[in-house]
């Protein structure tokens, strides 16, 4: 009902009715004959009788009363059906400034985010210096995990981490099983790693969460840090991937160190691998 009372007739395209207009917003047959639906089965939605509801009706509902992701989200859980994705509203795109900041804030440990299909969207200069991070390799983390030479390199359990890598990219495509965009991502990696294709028939999936990993650096040697996956619920395309120093691992001091100015003299060389 305040829902409906917030849609003025002229938004949703009727007359207006003029002064001998009583009720604020969208009347309930005006809602019900917008949406396709039966006056009173509408009159039914709104005092939460126990009837039978589609997705589709509840949709044509929710475009009628303009809802927002959010809002058609609960919507689908006040009527006991499975809540569609959420999708990213238009005052949210902006978002990608502060995450930028966010990241900054991190160092100097490294952190990146990157969309749905695992594309990179930004990192900092930490995960540039540890995790080989550049504008020439694939910006696609799946893609650069099987395919760079430099982080292939400082990751002495490679092997290992590509089972938990390959499990939590197939978790994020059970999630959109039609998508052509993990297809493309898909194919790619195909045919770039025999590796990859190798792990992907396995068909395990695993969740995204934490994740330790070790990185033998050139120059500071051993790292230890701890991989975590973060979500923003208004970027639900969006992960943010923060990587954590271990505890009692000098991986913290190392980091400082390689970040520093003097660290960072110390890079203005090849790097091996």
């Given at each position: 009902?305040?829902?409906?009372?917030?849609?003025?007739?002229?938004?949703?395209?009727?007359?207006?009715?003029?002064?001998?207009?009583?009720?604020?917003?969208?009347?309930?047959?005006?809602?019900?004959?917008?949406?396709?639906?039966?006056?009173?089965?509408?009159?039914?939605?709104?005092?939460g009788r126990?009837?039978?509801?589609?997705?589709?009706?509840l949709?044509a509902?929710?475009?009628v009363?303009?809802?927002?992701?959010?809002?058609?989200?609960?919507?689908?859980?006040?009527?006991?059906?499975?809540?569609?994705?959420?999708?990213?509203?238009?005052?949210?795109?902006?978002?990608c400034?502060?995450?930028?900041?966010?990241?900054?804030?991190?160092?100097?440990?490294?952190?990146?985010?990157?969309d749905?299909y695992?594309?990179?969207?930004?990192?900092?200069d930490?995960?540039?210096?540890?995790?080989?991070?550049?504008?020439?390799?694939?910006?696609?983390?799946?893609?650069?995990?099987?395919?760079?030479?430099?982080?292939?390199?400082?990751?002495?359990?490679?092997?290992?981490?590509?089972?938990?890598?390959?499990?939590?990219?197939?978790?994020?495509?059970?999630?959109?099983?039609?998508?052509?965009?993990?297809?493309?991502?898909?194919?790619?990696?195909?045919?770039?790693?025999?590796?990859?294709?190798?792990?992907?028939?396995?068909?395990?999936?695993?969740?995204?969460?934490?994740?330790?990993?070790?990185?033998?650096?050139?120059?500071?040697?051993?790292?230890?840090?701890?991989?975590?996956?973060?979500?923003?619920?208004?970027?639900?395309?969006?992960?943010?991937?923060?990587?954590?120093?271990?505890?009692?691992?000098?991986?913290a001091?190392?980091l400082?160190?390689?970040?520093?100015?003097?660290?960072?003299?110390?890079l203005?060389?090849?790097?091996?691998?």
């Amino acid at each position: 009902m305040s829902r409906r009372a917030r849609v003025s007739p002229a938004e949703a395209g009727l007359p207006d009715g003029g002064a001998r207009r009583r009720t604020p917003g969208l009347r309930r047959e005006e809602v019900a004959v917008l949406a396709g639906v039966g006056v009173s089965w509408y009159q039914w939605l709104e005092q939460g009788r126990d009837i039978t509801v589609s997705g589709q009706v509840l949709d044509a509902v929710s475009r009628v009363l303009k809802l927002t992701s959010a809002e058609r989200r609960h919507l689908y859980v006040l009527a006991g059906l499975n809540p569609p994705a959420l999708e990213v509203a238009p005052g949210d795109r902006d978002m990608c400034q502060g995450l930028q900041r966010l990241i900054d804030a991190w160092m100097p440990f490294p952190a990146h985010i990157m969309d749905t299909y695992w594309n990179t969207v930004m990192y900092n200069d930490a995960a540039a210096l540890v995790l080989g991070m550049r504008p020439e390799i694939v910006q696609n983390c799946l893609i650069a995990f099987f395919t760079d030479p430099v982080y292939m390199a400082r990751s002495p359990h490679w092997e290992e981490i590509a089972v938990e890598v390959v499990a939590q990219f197939r978790a994020a495509c059970s999630e959109h099983p039609e998508d052509e965009g993990f297809q493309a991502v898909l194919e790619q990696a195909r045919e770039l790693s025999p590796r990859f294709t190798e792990l992907w028939e396995r068909q395990e999936i695993r969740p995204g969460g934490q994740l330790r990993k070790e990185m033998e650096h050139p120059v500071v040697g051993t790292l230890h840090v701890e991989t975590t996956q973060l979500r923003v619920p208004a970027r639900p395309d969006l992960a943010i991937v923060l990587h954590t120093p271990l505890p009692g691992t000098e991986t913290a001091e190392k980091l400082e160190w390689l970040t520093s100015p003097e660290g960072r003299r110390g890079l203005m060389y090849p790097v091996a691998g």
